[in-house]
């Protein structure tokens, strides 16, 4: 059986400068959204105190706002379980960005200044010269996610990229498992292009276009991949 008490502890960096209640929070939430701990494992909080050299209270609080936020359940005489993300909660998750990022695009747009666009234009550059030699995949899924951070840092809306930050991560590894494909990476790197020139034009319109025809794409492969997970394929 494998140590998942370890995966946690890997994305539990009691050295930073946070509460103690937070640092356990967050690396509890990195080790499930990134698929460390398996749908159904029981977190086992003794252990992990007694691992890490802290008391329960900070692991029992975490657990709580994680069930709040529905990426765990508790279990009466059994204990805490990571929980499945749903086909459903994919759905609501992209109907959710795609009226933020467009909010957040367009917000961007009006205020980036020329230093600005030739930055995001490179990174553009840049993602196309690493695409065409096809070996650093992993590099190239940091680049599209560098552009997506771009416009929002550019957006000056830092509630709203707050809230499409925790969205994003929820889906974050079936989104990487989507981009190792040659055809979808060169697909949405010609979208991303896209989007920086509606940015650049200051044309609203393409932008909602593009934005939704980008993320309903991604959407799709998405629930395909979680289809065939939950199906054991």
């Known amino acids: ?27 509890i939430r990195k080790a499930i959204i990134t698929g460390r701990i398996p749908v159904g494992q029981r977190i086992k909080e003794k252990e992990f105190a007694e691992r890490m050299n802290i008391s ?5 609080e975490a657990l709580h706002r994680l069930e709040k936020e529905g990426l765990v359940e508790y279990i009466p005489k059994f204990g805490t379980i990571v929980k499945r993300i749903t086909i459903e909660d994919a759905k609501e998750i ?10 957040a695009t367009i917000n961007a747009m009006t205020r980036m200044t020329k230093e600005q666009f030739d930055e995001l234009k490179q990174l553009l550059v840049k993602t196309e010269e690493v695409n065409k030699n096809n070996q650093d995949v992993e590099e190239v899924i940091r680049l599209f ?13 830092p509630r709203l990229t707050s809230i499409v930050t925790k969205l994003r991560e929820y889906l974050m590894r079936f989104r990487d498992i989507s981009l190792t494909e040659e055809g979808r990476r060169k697909k949405a790197l010609n979208e991303h292009w896209m989007i920086y020139r509606g940015m650049y034009n200051k044309d ?12 309903s794409y991604s959407e799709k492969f998405i629930l395909a991949e979680m289809e065939k997970q939950q199906n054991g394929k």
């Open 204 to 215: 609203e319109e393409q932008i909602k276009l593009i934005i939704n025809e980008h993320l």
């Open 94 to 103: 992209y109907q959710i960005r795609q009226a933020l990022d467009v909010v």
């Open 56 to 60: 329960r209270t900070p692991i029992r």
């Open 145 to 157: 996610s560098i552009f997506n951070e771009k416009i929002y840092q550019f957006s000056d809306m």
């Open 1 to 27: 059986m494998e140590d998942y008490i370890r995966e946690i502890i890997n994305f539990t960096d009691i050295s930073q400068f946070k509460p103690l209640n937070e640092i356990v929070f967050d690396g």
